[in-house]
């Protein structure tokens, strides 16, 4: 159809509207191309990219070494299910078991399959290895939690836009408060039934809500204490995107470059998915030592794309681009940067409340009631202005630019941001 070559932003716009089901409302801009830190709409006008596809690209837009990976394996072999072996898979599993400092990995595609094969997991685990009565396992969720749209993970949001119209729903879930380890130990208390604790090690979606510094490693200990599984995901916070190769990684701020990543909370599940491929491919995966992955038996769980070659091929590469271009420690060093100059600029302004978050992972708060729409104005002055975030939670804006980004530019997006903040003053 040679009509729709070249389209306009609003011909394209147009197409979604009166052709796809409208499960998003995306910021008016058309993109095209993207490179690095940066992404052009089809008119060719070129913004920073502060969103990074909700951290899937922290490796920066079209990685020369993800995409060679990615179409090298194309040209090869694609996929051949899992009733056979593929020359791939394994030594991914290998590789990635080994940096993330695991015995197994089970490969799925997106970040929502990879939570509910965690919670497969811990509830088989529950029954097989802890001795809960079949059907009486719990886990315990936060609230405020995000862990993808299956009908299951909606069961236990509280996001009423979320949940609305899609039950009956699945039960099993105990809801606590995030960041509370007496809410916590009162839910494990005197209940012999739970399995597992599943957490985001900073509340992404939520509007980075970033917990007390003893939260994760107390909570840990408090799950050790009553044999119930710590499981971590970490599908947005991984892979280098707030200064450490994992957000589970205590306070290591991965400056030691023969650092094996092995993380001093370590999470008894530890599910990844977004930049685990840096944004080219659905990857995920769930990571667990052999003592809780043995539950899992042929025909008790499977998918027919995860652990396609190309996406061992192309996660393989993802993640070398982490470690080999130090990506851990540039998160660290120019999230510091960032907050120092946006803090600055708050001290007297009266449009942005606070700025928080680690490493690239950052929000901030505006100054304004939550179902005002300032924050979603602002993001439509940035995207004017040449950089491109979103709200999330009516007024907070989350600031997640690619890893791969400098300095000099990192200084140039703040100045961008504050003279934008300036005209809403
Ligand atoms: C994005 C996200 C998911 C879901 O990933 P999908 O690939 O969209 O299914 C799960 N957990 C967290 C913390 C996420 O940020």
Redesign the pocket.
């Known amino acids: 159809m040679a009509v729709l070559e070249n389209l306009t932003s609003q011909q394209a716009i147009d197409l979604e509207n009166k052709y796809g089901a409208h499960n998003y409302h995306p910021l008016p801009v058309v993109l095209s191309k993207g490179e690095g830190v940066y992404v052009w709409d089809v008119e060719g006008n070129k913004y920073y990219d502060f969103l990074s596809a ?3 690209v922290n490796q920066g837009h079209c990685h020369p070494k993800i995409v060679d990976a990615m179409t090298s394996q194309a040209k090869t072999l694609t996929l051949t299910s899992r009733a056979f072996y593929n020359d791939k898979l394994g030594e991914y599993e290998k590789f990635a078991s080994d940096y993330f400092g695991f015995d197994k990995l089970l490969p799925m ?7 509910e094969t965690a919670l497969k997991v811990c509830r088989r685990w529950a029954y097989q290895e802890k001795g809960i009565a079949e059907n009486d396992a719990q886990i315990i969720v936060c609230e405020n ?6 009908t299951t ?1 909606i069961s236990f949001s509280n996001d009423p836009v979320a949940r609305k119209n899609f039950g009956p729903y699945t039960q099993g879930f105990i809801k606590i408060e995030y960041d509370n380890l007496t809410a916590l130990e009162d839910a494990l208390s005197n209940n012999k039934n739970v399995a597992g604790f599943l957490v ?1 090690p900073i ?3 939520a509007g980075v809500y970033v917990p007390s510094e003893d939260y994760l490693e107390k909570a840990k200990a408090l799950c050790e204490k009553h044999n119930v599984l710590f499981i971590a ?5 991984g892979i280098a995107r707030t200064g450490r190769l994992l957000a589970t990684c205590g306070n290591c701020s991965c400056k030691d470059k023969n650092c094996s990543g092995t993380p001093q909370v370590k999470p008894d599940i530890l ?1 990844l ?2 930049a685990l491929s840096g944004g080219a491919y ?1 990857v ?1 995966a769930v990571l667990a030592n052999d003592d809780i992955m043995k539950v899992i038996t042929p025909g008790s769980h499977g998918s027919t794309f995860g652990g396609n070659p190309i996406a061992a091929a192309v996660a393989m590469a993802a993640l070398e681009v982490v470690r080999d271009e130090e990506l851990a420690e540039n998160a660290f060093q120019l999230g510091a940067l960032f907050r120092e100059e946006m803090n600055k600029y708050i001290e007297n302004s009266d449009i942005v409340k606070l700025v928080r978050g680690k490493g690239l992972l950052n929000a901030i708060v505006i100054n304004d009631s939550e179902d005002s729409d300032t924050a979603w104005n602002i993001c439509a002055a940035l995207k004017e202005n040449g950089l491109l975030a979103k709200p999330t939670h009516g007024n907070i804006i989350r600031f997640a630019p690619p890893l791969v980004m400098n300095k000099e530019q990192l200084l140039e997006c703040v100045s961008i941001i504050t003279k934008t903040l300036k005209d809403f003053e």
């Open positions: 909700y951290s899937a595609n997106t970040g929502a399959e990879a939570v939690n995000f862990h993808g749209r299956t993970i985001e509340q992404g979606e995901d970490e599908v947005q916070t599910i998915g977004k659905p995920s």
